[in-house]
């Protein structure tokens, strides 16, 4: 592919609820809660310095990798999960769980001397006989869901990045090649198997337990309980088709512009598009750039031809690449793969689509300022950073209505809207700070322009939140209320909220 798609790829993951680490540390020894688990699930506890220990470290971001927990334990069925979670809880030790490993911070998915649950082995894929249902383990990645559907010409409201894992993607909300049409991910799920802090395990979905099943559509899991299968919605699906586009950097503006108008215009017409806008920075140049990926769900007939909603994009006389490309969904997801290795962060502000070329200047000049003093300050490291625009169109919130609608609190009425996020990475530790603390201030500072502007949303994507934004606050305090409701329902002692370690929980 000519043109360079790192934007993308930062950020397709997802990789993943007011927002607050659990802090509260149990008196227990945490070898304990290892012993105890091998007690009752031999062979499955890896300790360190073992081989099933090293394959259990299978992280995206090195932050991640670097993070080093007491043992892993890899259950390889519901009832082992619910095995550890009643072993847990009742030892009041700290754990977290990791599906597919793809959260950038340190912490995410793993834990400093604790336990974290390896969801590796619930990796089942199920085709109903009808074509319309697929079951899903937690422990797919989203390369393992395609691979097994796109030979049979159907697929599910998955992600766009072969390394992002299915749980983290879905029960943050999960943005799709396909979610014009049907929404995100959180949207397009019949039922949740769950794993409760009692042991207990239920399935939750419109019609049983339907409360556990709203929280479940974007508020995260970590206040709720373990999904151990996830039945998604599956369609008839061809060739996915994309025009990549590459501009310099002196037409941000008018390509920018004609995103807002895609958005707000285009994709409500035309369904099947999604697209997105990547501003990034040449090192050796010094020059920015504009990418632009423009896909549609559908193959263009003739196959040369381009759809008549992304025509005005070919009218910008500047381009520096022009692409198209027609494949299934494992060849995109390969694609848009980002690599293992570096250390990562990101965070991201959701704002009207009809922000003014003032605003964008202002925020482009922030991003860019604030570019200019991470090089100033790398060393001899090479910071990588983007700042991408990704769409919320009045369609896909109108999806998002649908079987009692999702916990994000947003209407068709909010939009149609643009996400802008600045993920951001970079290869030495001593940069850690530089770089985490400059992101936050520029996300604090966009979202301070964009309220001066008018343009400010508070809601905050899970799947691309910066460690430190409050995520579920974002979806308003009825929805807050009513999730921390939910919890206390399904876990009344809020264990847990003490024990399940890791970002964007509940105040409990």
């Keep these: 592919m000519v043109v360079q798609f790192r934007a993308l790829s930062i950020a397709l993951l997802c990789s993943l609820s007011g927002i607050t680490l659990a802090t ?22 890896a300790y360190p310095n ?13 932050q991640q990798f670097e993070t080093r927990p007491s043992c892993f334990v890899t259950p390889k069925s519901t009832k082992a999960v619910s095995t550890i979670l009643k072993t847990l809880t009742q030892g009041n030790w700290p754990f977290t769980v990791k599906s597919g490993g793809h959260i950038p911070f340190a912490g995410g998915s793993n834990i400093e001397n604790g336990v974290t649950v390896d969801l590796v ?24 869901v395609t691979e097994v559907l796109d030979p049979l010409g159907i697929a599910v409201t998955g992600g766009r990045d072969m390394n992002v894992g299915v749980s983290g993607l879905i029960l943050g909300g999960g943005i799709s090649f396909f979610s014009g049409q049907y929404g995100w991910a959180c949207d397009n799920v019949r039922g949740y198997e769950v794993v409760l802090a009692s042991g207990r395990i239920i399935y939750a979905s419109p ?3 339907d409360d556990l099943y709203w929280a479940l559509r974007g508020g995260g899991s970590l206040n709720f309980g373990i999904v151990t299968r996830f039945d998604l919605v599956a369609f008839d699906q061809g060739k996915i088709w994309m025009n990549a586009l590459s501009f310099p950097g002196t037409s941000n503006a008018t390509v920018i512009a004609h995103f807002q108008n895609l958005t707000t215009y285009g994709m409500p017409e035309d369904t099947g598009t999604s697209g997105f806008v990547g501003i990034n920075l040449n090192r050796s140049s010094g020059a920015y750039s504009a990418d632009v990926g423009l896909l549609h769900a559908t193959e263009p007939s003739p196959p040369e031809s381009i759809p008549a909603v992304f025509k005005p994009f070919q009218q910008i006389s500047s381009a520096t690449a022009n692409s198209t490309t027609a494949a299934d969904a494992s060849t995109f997801l390969r694609l848009f793969a980002t690599p293992y290795g570096r250390r990562w962060t990101w965070g991201n502000v959701v704002i009207s689509a009809s922000f003014s070329r003032k605003f964008l200047a202002e925020i482009l000049s922030l991003y860019q300022s604030r570019n200019i003093a991470l090089f100033e300050n790398e060393g001899d490291d090479e910071i990588a950073p983007t700042a991408l625009f ?18 994000f609190g947003l209407t068709p009425s909010d939009g149609p809207l643009i996400m802008i996020s600045f993920p951001t990475s970079w290869a030495n530790r001593q940069n850690d700070e530089l770089v985490q603390s400059s992101t936050r201030k520029l996300i604090a500072d966009v979202e ?28 308003g305090k009825e929805n ?12 009344p002692q809020g264990k847990l909220a003490q024990l399940w370690k890791g970002y964007f929980k509940l105040d409990r």
Excluded at 124 to 140: A, E, L, W
Excluded at 390 to 407: C, E, R, T, Y
Excluded at 454 to 472: H, I, M, R, S, W
Excluded at 482 to 489: D, G, P
């Design 448 to 475: 301070r322009k964009a309220k001066e502007y008018k343009v400010y949303t508070p809601f905050v994507y899970l799947n691309y939140a910066g460690d430190k934004q409050e995520v579920q606050k974002g979806y």
């Design 207 to 209: 019609s049983e337990n």
């Design 50 to 62: 073992t081989t099933a220990f090293f394959q259990s470290t299978s992280y995206w971001s090195e």
């Design 24 to 45: 509260r540390t149990p008196l227990y020894a945490r070898d304990d809660a290892c012993t105890a688990l091998a007690a009752v699930l031999p062979g499955d506890v």
């Design 390 to 407: 990704q769409p919320i169109p009045s369609n896909v919130l109108q999806a998002m209505q649908k079987n009692g609608g999702n916990a």
């Design 121 to 144: 082995h619930l990796n089942d894929i199920k085709i109903f006989p009808d074509r319309q249902t697929v079951s899903v383990g937690p422990g797919n990645r989203w390369i393992n």
């Design 480 to 491: 807050y209320n009513r999730l921390e409701r939910i919890a206390r329902k399904y876990d």
